[in-house]
Structures are given as structure tokens and as C-alpha cells.
């Protein structure tokens, strides 16, 4: 990793289009279905999204708290959601494609962009461009409404996201402190 990319400034800055991309696309998903994300939830709650990516684990669990695996360090996390944004970019354009022109032109292009967006953060982050994903299986399972599915898994990866990248920029801050004292003395 690229430690002068990994510093404050660019950390706030993903923490801060995570935030501002989840509120976004939860307003575009609550405009293109036209119900509240309260009421979507309600009416999937039965189904789910079958797709496997590094964050997984973290976007099930309502407890998460940024809590690191042992052993992992925060490269690894910042891999970890480079991947999983990858991941779910993949699907969402895929799923984007056979929506309909209204729905894909008006709400699901910016959705995708959004992700887009994200993963350019990340790769400022990470010094990297984006890499080849292979095969990924129908993660729909017969899911009523597929669009909703693969959007909603992004709305709780970007909380994951702004959870993680938190604690990263508190870490980041403390040791720029560091820095910036014995530098000084």
C-alpha cells in the first residue's frame, strides 16, 4: 500500500462519500419503488441476497462495530472493501441492464455510479485501478424484486463502510498527532 495515499485527509474524504452515497441511494431506491426503506424492508423481509464478498459477515451482523478480525490488519480491510465494492458493482450493472429504460435511465445509471465512485476512493487509497472479477453465480434465488435485492445490499455495505473507515481516520488522526509532535520537539 501506498502509505502517502493512506493518510486523514483521504480517509475523511471516503468516510464522507460513503456517507453522503447512502443517503443518496436510499433516496433514489425509495423514489423508484415509491415506499420508505422502512416499508421495502418490510415487504423483502423474507428473501435475501445470495452473493459472497469479503464484508459480508459485517453487513449481517446489526452489532458490528468495527470490530477487526485477529490477525487482520487495515490494509486488509481496505482490501476487504475494494473487493466487496467490486463485487457488487459486478451484479448491480448486470442486474441494471435488464431493467427497464425508465428505471435504468432515471434511478439505477446514478446508483451505479455511486458505487463507481466509491471504488475510485478506494483505489486512491489502495494506489490501484480496478481488476478482473470472474464468474459470479445468480445470487437471486427467486428474490421477488432483484433490483431492490442488490441495492439494499449496497445501502448496508456503505454503513459497514462509514463504520470502518471511522475508526481508520481516528487511528490515522492519532498517528499524524504523533507525527506532528515529534516533529515538532
Known amino acids: 500500500m501506498n502509505m502517502a495515499n493512506y493518510n486523514a485527509i483521504n ?11 447512502r443517503a443518496s441511494t436510499i433516496d433514489l431506491l425509495t423514489a423508484c419503488f415509491n415506499a420508505t426503506e422502512e416499508e421495502l424492508a418490510q415487504r423483502y423481509r423474507l428473501h435475501s441476497l445470495h452473493l459472497d464478498y469479503p464484508l459480508k459477515d459485517e453487513v449481517n451482523n446489526s452489532q458490528y462495530a468495527g470490530q477487526r478480525q485477529e490477525g487482520k490488519s487495515l490494509e486488509d480491510d481496505v482490501l476487504a472493501i475494494y473487493h466487496s465494492l467490486v463485487k457488487i458493482r459486478r451484479v448491480l450493472a448486470n442486474e441494471t441492464k435488464a431493467l427497464k429504460d425508465e428505471l435504468r435511465n432515471n434511478y439505477f445509471v446514478f446508483i451505479v455510479e455511486k458505487v463507481e465512485h466509491n471504488i475510485a476512493n478506494v483505489e486512491a487509497l489502495l494506489s490501484c485501478t480496478a481488476e478482473g472479477e470472474g464468474h459470479i453465480p445468480d ?4 428474490h421477488p424484486c432483484r433490483a431492490y435485492a ?4 449496497f445501502v448496508k455495505l456503505l454503513h459497514v463502510l462509514e463504520i470502518k473507515y471511522s475508526l481508520m481516520l481516528s487511528q490515522q488522526e492519532a ?11
Request: charged share 25%; hydrophobic share 50%; glycine share 4%.
Open 150 to 153: 442488490i441495492v439494499n445490499e
Open 175 to 185: 498517528v499524524e498527532a504523533v507525527e506532528a509532535m515529534e516533529a515538532a520537539e
Open 139 to 142: 445470487p437471486f434465488h427467486n
Open 11 to 21: 480517509l475523511r474524504h471516503a468516510r464522507d462519500v460513503a456517507i453522503g452515497t
